[in-house]
């Protein structure tokens, strides 16, 4: 079955550290999104990618970057990990190429990641 | 600032109720609109979209959008103590097709 999975499922570092989460999907869909998720605030976008060679800006990217070099991969990173860092991070696909409104989101099962 | 608003609750029903959850959304101009369910330390899943003006039947759920007045709810009729969870409103915006959530209402289905 296709499915959505990410790496690691929890994880503590330090300040500082470069941390890279992990998100793979065997869907075959060409959008990928990346958000954070605080109590109080929902899930805020981090990054997003509508393709390979695609990588765009959220509404919460300072201190993260993406890349995107297949249709199945979009690893997190945080350059320099902030203890405001410290968040659950979900993963999650959809399939439009044009990245139709109507589009489901099919989410991974989330990283919890602490930054002391 | 796009914005989607939900009551954080959290809303109790006794078992067989109808439980009802309220979203207001800031840009007129949105399209779509979901509705996805969160139990606790797991991830989002859909339950249902919507994007004509109406209701939308589906089992027990039914949701209903009102774009004149920027308003989208969720009905779960006989609520069941396994509808207990975190509910997420979400709306696609104009011209991005990126989807903005609210932060959520907490259920509580009493047995």
């Known amino acids: 079955d296709a499915e959505i999975t990410q790496s690691p499922r929890h994880k503590i570092t330090e300040t500082g550290r470069q941390v890279t989460l992990a998100c793979h999907q065997t869907?075959?869909?060409?959008?990928m999104f990346w958000y954070r998720q605080d109590l109080g605030h929902g899930l805020r976008l981090i990054h997003y990618?509508?393709?390979?060679?695609?990588?765009n800006k959220g509404e919460v990217s300072d201190g993260y970057s993406v890349s995107r070099s297949n249709t199945e991969d979009l690893p997190l990173t945080l350059e320099s990990a902030a203890s405001s860092q410290t968040s659950v991070y979900f993963c999650?696909?959809?399939?439009?190429?044009?990245?139709?409104?109507?589009?489901?989101?099919?989410f991974g099962p989330g990283t919890r990641l602490t930054v002391l | 600032q796009k914005e989607v608003e939900q009551n954080s609750g959290p809303l109790s029903v006794p078992e067989g109720a109808i439980a009802s959850l309220n979203c207001t959304y800031s840009?007129?101009?949105?399209?779509?609109f979901f509705w996805y369910r969160q139990y606790s330390g797991k991830s989002p899943e859909l339950i249902m979209f919507i994007y004509s003006n109406g209701d939308k039947e589906d089992g027990r759920f039914t949701a209903q959008l009102n774009k004149a007045s920027q308003y989208v709810s969720l009905l779960i009729r006989d609520s069941q103590p396994s509808d207990s969870a975190t509910y997420l409103c979400?709306?696609?915006?104009?011209?991005?097709?990126?989807?903005?959530f609210g932060a959520g209402t907490r259920l509580f289905v009493k047995a």
């Open positions: 999650a696909s959809s399939e439009s190429p044009s990245g139709r409104s109507t589009d489901t989101q099919y």
């Open positions: 840009d007129r101009g949105s399209q779509s």
């Open positions: 979400a709306v696609s915006l104009t011209g991005g097709f990126k989807t903005i």
């Open positions: 990618s509508y393709g390979v060679q695609d990588t």
């Open positions: 869907w075959n869909h060409n959008n």
